[in-house]
């Protein structure tokens, strides 16, 4: 990967966005230790999966040592013998291939128009941030997929790709610059939520989001396929899609229990990432991710999208209530119990033994002739588990 991009755009820099800034400057960092400079690169999630949004740390991406303690942040995160000064971004997959769907409606629109010239840099920017996107399809330490041990071997080619848009990828290095060290890893956690087949579809299929990577648009025509299956085995007998799978159970690649169901070597977890609340109970990432399937079925009118959409959309309606008056009752804490069948590409089993229920709603509701907004709005799930 690293060869193939520096060839198709000249640099050894990463091209993809960190996925949070200090817009205001609030907490005085600033870029690379200034503490003025805003917005500025900040990272919380960093502690492991039962780190909650309340309890995280936010701390500078670029940690020259002039905030925090001696060492910075770095130990409390980590536990070495000494600290060197550093730089380390991570990306939210998700929001790059969001931004992709973007500037595909962006071009369609604008060549309606005949004003397509008007946005081609930017849409030219979009194909180059989808290909430096493949590095969330990689496990986190490039280990071939279906790895039980931290002594399997790294990977070679293609075989540690999910080729899923996992939960990050991340990128840093020394900030002396004769060093001579810095590093790249993906993630080995796959989420539903997190998955865009509308992207992967237009940066494999339509001319001008085609990235310049030799393997990139083969790349994700592969990931638009495994997208797919990667929801059809999610979803529950109800409708509901399930949490995802891992290629590193419990964040150290150990054995998961015997008769846990697999996805190309990866093994199903309810709630992949973090636990703080559990990261698939929130009904938004139902929401989110099949916007996606439904935007691409638009488009494409692929079948399997089809399948996929009406078992989902009968579940979620079925749960939905508006009213015209204002009011309205949808999902929002779900509950999940059993395993999906173990994945067979050929003959897909019915998940007949994973299920969902709605625990509660939020509502919006008329009351002494007001309308009261339902308080289930954080939940927890204002914060992400962003860390490297």
Request: aromatic fraction near 14%; proline fraction near 4%; hydrophobic fraction near 35%.
């Amino acid at each position: 990967m690293a060869a193939e991009l520096k060839a198709a755009y000249g640099t050894s820099d990463i091209y993809g966005m960190h996925w949070l800034l200090d817009v205001d400057n609030t907490y005085g960092f600033g870029r690379c230790g200034d503490g003025t400079t805003k917005p500025a690169y900040i990272n919380t999630y960093q502690r492991g999966p039962e780190e909650s949004v309340f309890e995280t740390i936010p701390q500078p991406s670029c940690d020259t040592f002039k905030h925090g303690g001696k060492n910075g942040f770095l130990d409390l995160f980590t536990g070495d013998a000494s600290y060197a000064k550093q730089w380390k971004y991570t990306n939210a997959p998700d929001a790059d291939a969001r931004a992709v769907q973007v500037a595909y409606w962006a071009h369609t629109w604008a060549k309606e128009q005949g004003k397509e010239s008007q946005i081609t840099a930017t849409v030219t920017k979009a194909a180059k941030m989808g290909d430096y996107l493949r590095y969330a399809m990689y496990d986190k330490y490039f280990k071939k997929q279906g790895c039980t041990s931290t002594s399997c071997p790294a990977g070679t080619g293609k075989d540690s790709s999910a080729y899923l848009m996992s939960w990050y990828y991340a990128w840093g290095g020394a900030l002396d610059t004769s060093a001579g060290w810095a590093w790249r890893i993906g993630s080995s956690h796959n989420h539903s939520g997190y998955q865009n087949p509308m992207a992967a579809w237009a940066l494999s299929s339509v001319d001008v989001l085609k990235p310049k990577g030799a393997t990139a648009v083969q790349d994700w025509g592969t990931s638009l396929k495994r997208q797919i299956e990667f929801y059809r085995w999610l979803q529950s007998a109800e409708g509901g899609i399930a949490g995802g799978a891992t290629n590193s159970w419990q964040g150290h690649y150990a054995t998961p229990p015997a008769g846990t169901p697999t996805f190309y070597g990866m093994a199903y977890d309810w709630q992949p990432v973090y636990h703080d609340p559990p990261s698939n109970q929130w009904f938004g990432f139902q929401a989110w991710s099949m916007e996606r399937v439904a935007e691409y079925y638009n488009v494409t009118g692929n079948a399997e999208a089809k399948a996929v959409l009406d078992k989902w959309v009968k579940w979620a309606t079925d749960h939905t209530t508006v009213n015209t008056d204002g009011t309205y009752q949808i999902p929002s804490t779900l509950v999940w119990t059993g395993q999906p069948d173990t994945w067979n590409a050929a003959s897909p089993g019915a998940n007949a033994g994973l299920h969902v229920t709605v625990k509660d709603y939020t509502h919006r509701r008329r009351r002494r002739g007001l309308l009261r907004q339902g308080a289930d709005v954080l939940r927890g799930q204002v914060g992400r588990h962003q860390g490297a």
